[in-house]
């Protein structure tokens, strides 16, 4: 059996959705074995290449799992400093682990760190004990093999005894497989050694580096990606983005190896695609590419795309006005209702131009009202009328009985992405034809 542990983004709920659509298009037999906001544990029929972390927008950490004991030995162990419990996790560790193995056998002086992912708050609280006595075990054993280590601890005031990506990368230790996770629930506790990283700087380069930017419109590569994988878009296939703005979607998915077509009312919108697209082009070194950028309008997008033509559409359309303050329940309602007609006529065309069973991603604004509630469109009823059928982010077939008893995770028929300071949050539509 092969397992992985995956550490989400912040939004753990995009990070999981995003998962189970990209292991879904690359026809791999998996399931949810658990899930948390802290982590999720994925068993896979083959062997995944942790390097995959790159074309996902919303995965941290990738480990592989080695073994997996009963918390009970933790809490007895740490919370009782039963030293039976000690000694059998110890063991576990020495016998059940390559993590020494892999350390003696790495040059020099070797340097490694250990990062808890905890979904329980009684063992969250205790997770710096958890973490330092881990560090000791493995340093003792590695000392007793006659080899020197340093193990990365932590400031006082970092508040989850967890490596970032950043610090991983910037040590080094995905090379000397020199990071354990331990993540642990209340029945569960998985060891794994960290494989791959989210590397931030890749996706900062293209959300600051490409040659135009827009500040206030334009989206995330991070969210890009996401959408693109939730459209199940693969290489090849033809993906376009009808309000492509400066090009943030097409940009993923020509580096996704996409044909990409953008289309947006505005001219200035064109040139900044192309530009965009030539400079990932060159950029990356893409040798394949197939991209076309046109002036249009959305409500003819049939008289510019051939009937069918299109294997998944990905956009953000118009969200309202940048908005200074927090608005009032009937200003929101004003500015979704202004909103109506576009999205209307952008669902009723874009049925038309995809082809059988392909998928649209898109999002529609939720806004956050001065009473404290959300408010956002019926997107329901524009996409019933247009033909299409709502896909819901968590098929339950992907998960394990046992993931699901608390969280009926299925039953959300989207997913929404809102930071605290934001006054306009994306919520994040799956549609099918
Ligand atoms: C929220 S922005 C898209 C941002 C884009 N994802 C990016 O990263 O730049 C919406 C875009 O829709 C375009 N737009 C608005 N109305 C349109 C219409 N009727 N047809 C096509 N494009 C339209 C605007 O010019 C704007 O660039």
Redesign the pocket.
Known sequence: MYSIIVIPGKNWKLSLAELIAFLEIKNHKFYVNYFSKEFFVIQLEKKINPSVINALGGAIKIGEIETSFRTAYLKEAILNKDKISKKKIRNIILEKTKIIDNLVSSEKKTFFGVSIYCSEKKLGKISTRIQRFFGKVIKEELAEQGKKSRFMGFSKNRKNPQLSHVEVIKKRLIDNNGELIISTNENQTWLSTTKAVHNPFEFQKRDIEKPIQ?KI???PPRIARILINLALCDRKNILLD????????LLEGALNGSKVIG????PW?IRASEKNLEWLINNYQIQEHDFRVML????NLSGKIRYKEIDCIVT????GPALQQVPTNAYAQKIINKLDV?YSAFLIESYKILKKNGRCVFVSPYLRTRSGNFLKMNIEEKAGKAGFKRVFPFNKDFFRKSAIKTVKIWENKSLVDISKRHKTGREIHIFQK
């Open positions: 827009r419109f334009a989206m009808p309000f492509c703005g400066v090009g943030s979607i289309i947006d009312i505005n919108c249009g309008d959305v409500r953000e359309p118009d969200l576009i």
